[in-house]
């Protein structure tokens, strides 16, 4: 009997623990259709990851945020809204400049932003550790990966801060946002332009530089072209690391176990950080558009359809994970699908994870353990992101 198995994405009740409803539907309807908001959602791993790698029957050029598909493929250049041969032309460009050197180059650089934002909070009775720590770090470092001039730092960064403005009815699509993403496109494309006559060692340089030769013949990007990559860095890497240093801040206070063998040795830290992904997934849902038809399970899928990849879903399907509920920082998997996989795997997966390492070394060096204040804590449930908006913790 499954007629009372309803999933409503926009639903913030749900979206507290949406994980028993979404066994259910890795069980009982695992081509999962909801016809108020006219998609049918994929839930068991072998679905989703068979669905990212196949970019020929699931598009992602009509969008891939539910409430932003269009039924005719968008035209906004963005990467992340292209499909190949355009997307993989775009990727080998722009990571010319998102090079291993330079993420590796910025750990210290976090440390010291880690730093500069923890130790005021010594010896104080808590803080918040996503609207004080987590959420700031992300933009900060971003920032610092682009090469924004130190004196434009805290302008940027509150910029930045404002494209995520949420708005009740409205969400992220609002004035505030926009005006915000707007600003940051033209100081973007400033400052590209100005790299063109004096070139520095920083990325927007090097995303100007970036060559690539296909057989149409030499691409470069233009400036508006790598100030909307620029762009589309800040809205993709900053709300979803925010979300998963908050996560494993919320994670190891429910674990103090295991919080204590992380404190105890930090070379733990970086397979915990893969269990967080898994275990609660920042960005838990990726849409495409079927291009033809297709049958799943026996459910016929007819093209055009929307489709959300519940990468959510995917890290506790226990086809996949055993005792997939259970959190577990010593487990061991080849893999999972929170960073995407295939074409579109998350271009910043290295610095996501270094961030999000640095991050929790530099925690549990000075705190290793605090408490949340459940009552006072504040989910953030958007389209695109899942997790904590403040999470108080208790020193
Ligand atoms: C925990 C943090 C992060 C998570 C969970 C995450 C998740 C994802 C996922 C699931 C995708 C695939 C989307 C799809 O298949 O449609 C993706 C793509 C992408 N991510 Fe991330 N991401 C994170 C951090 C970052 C960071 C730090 C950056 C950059 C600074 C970044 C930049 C990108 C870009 C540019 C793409 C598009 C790649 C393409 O379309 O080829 N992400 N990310």
Redesign the pocket.
């Known amino acids: 009997m499954t007629d009372d198995l309803y999933w409503d994405p926009f639903d913030a009740v749900i979206d507290i623990d949406p994980h028993p409803l979404w066994r259910r539907i890795r069980d009982e309807q695992p081509v999962y259709r909801n016809d108020k908001f006219g998609f049918v959602a994929l839930s068991r791993h072998a679905d989703v990851d068979a669905g990212?790698m196949d970019t020929t029957t699931y598009s992602?050029a009509h969008g891939?945020v539910l409430e932003l598909m269009t039924p005719e493929p968008m035209k906004t250049g963005h990467?992340?809204f292209?499909d190949p041969p355009a997307?993989t032309t775009l990727?080998v460009l722009?990571s010319r400049a998102f090079t291993p050197r330079r993420i590796a180059a910025l750990e210290e650089h976090i440390r010291a932003l880690c730093a500069e934002l923890l130790d005021p909070r010594t010896g104080s009775g808590g803080f918040d550790y996503v609207r004080d720590f987590a959420a700031q770090l992300?933009s900060l470092v971003?920032s610092q990966?682009m090469g924004v001039d130190p004196a434009d730092r805290e302008e940027i960064h509150r910029t930045i801060e404002r494209t995520f403005h949420l708005e009740e009815g409205k969400g992220m699509v609002n004035d505030i946002s926009l005006a915000a993403q707007i600003k940051l496109h033209t100081y973007f494309a400033e400052q590209i332009d100005a790299r063109r006559d004096s070139p520095r060692d920083d990325m927007m340089t090097s995303l100007v530089q970036a060559e690539v030769t296909t057989d149409e013949g030499t691409r470069r990007l233009s400036t508006s072209e790598a100030a909307n990559?620029a762009n589309?860095?800040v809205s993709?890497?900053?709300e979803?690391?925010g979300?998963?240093i908050g996560w494993a801040g919320a994670l190891l206070a429910a674990h103090p176990g295991q919080r204590a063998e992380l404190a105890a040795d930090p070379s733990l830290i970086a397979n915990a950080v893969e269990e967080t992904?898994r275990y609660e997934?920042?960005?838990p849902a990726?849409?495409?558009v079927s291009t033809r038809d297709v049958e799943i399970h026996g459910t016929a899928i007819p093209a055009g359809s929307k489709i959300l990849?519940l990468?959510g879903s995917a890290g506790r399907d226990e086809r996949k994970y055993p005792d997939p509920d259970r959190y577990d920082i010593h487990r061991r998997f080849d893999s999972h699908?929170?960073?995407?996989?295939g074409?579109?795997?998350?271009?910043?997966?290295a610095?996501?994870r270094l961030?999000?390492r640095v991050a929790l070394e530099e925690t549990l060096r000075r705190f290793p353990t605090w408490d949340v204040d459940h009552d006072r804590a504040v989910r953030l449930h958007s389209s695109t992101v899942r997790g904590y908006a403040e999470l108080p913790i208790r020193l």
Request: a positive charge; proline letters at 4%; charged letters at 10%.
């Open positions: 990212l992602s891939t990467i992340i292209m997307q990727r722009v992300p971003i990966l990559f589309l860095l993709a890497g900053t979803t690391t979300r998963l992904l997934a920042p960005s990726q849409g495409r990849l990468t699908v929170s960073f995407g996989r074409a579109h795997f998350c271009l910043g997966a610095l996501a961030e999000a």
